[in-house]
Each structure stands twice: as structure tokens, then as C-alpha cells.
Nanobody
């Protein structure tokens, strides 16, 4: 599975961005599609994920501001980010995990999100 992310960029605090991640190849269900981020000097952390059945999970720091969604027909996962804060600045990575055989775990190349005034 190959993942291609798009939609990163530089914005001011309070603005919005939408990230997209398109997966190519066969993805077996059940699976989880999600977004992680890594800020300079920090560990990679989960931002949000969504399982193939539609249940979503968010980091406390983004609840109420970010929305994760997926289009199973297009094998694409999205992250709508509203009310962005400087502490959201990081490289954002797309991830797809198959939670049964073949248990693949795929990562995108990362896209930079910078929030600064």
C-alpha cells in the first residue's frame, strides 16, 4: 500500500487546512486509517483515526477542532483542521493499518503544517 498526502502548508492561528491521503493498492478490511504528527524534538503522536466501520478517535488536544473522515470507495482519508494553533505545527503523517491478515502498516511521506503569525 502506498500513501500520498497533500494539503499541508503555512497558515495563521485560527485558520483552517484540510489534509488528504490517497492509498493505492489493495487494503483489506478491517483496517484503521489515521493521522499522526511529529513536532521538532517530540515523539510522533496520534492525532486522529477512523476504523473501516466508521468509529473515530481523537487526541484530546484536537477534539472539537479537527475532523477525520474517509471515503472507502476512493481509499482516501481526510483531516479537516479548524481553529489551528501554533502548537499544531508539525509534520503530519498518514497511516493505514490492516487489523487482520496481512496486518500491513503503511506510512505516508509526511506533509508540513506550520501555524504562525
Amino acid at each position: 500500500v502506498q500513501l500520498v498526502e497533500s494539503g499541508g502548508g503555512s497558515v495563521q492561528p485560527g485558520e483552517s487546512l484540510r489534509l488528504s491521503c490517497a492509498a493505492s493498492g489493495i487494503i483489506f478490511s478491517p483496517n484503521v486509517m489515521g493521522w499522526y504528527r511529529q513536532a521538532p524534538g517530540k515523539q510522533r503522536e496520534l492525532v486522529a483515526d477512523i476504523i473501516s466501520g466508521g468509529i473515530v478517535n481523537y487526541a484530546d488536544s484536537v477534539k472539537g477542532r479537527f475532523t477525520v473522515s474517509r471515503d472507502n470507495a476512493k481509499n482516501t482519508v481526510y483531516l479537516q483542521m479548524n481553529s489551528l494553533k501554533p502548537e499544531d505545527t508539525a509534520v503530519y503523517y498518514c497511516n493505514v493499518k490492516e487489523t487482520s491478515w496481512p496486518y500491513s502498516d503503511s506510512w505516508g511521506q509526511g506533509t508540513q503544517v506550520t501555524v504562525s503569525s
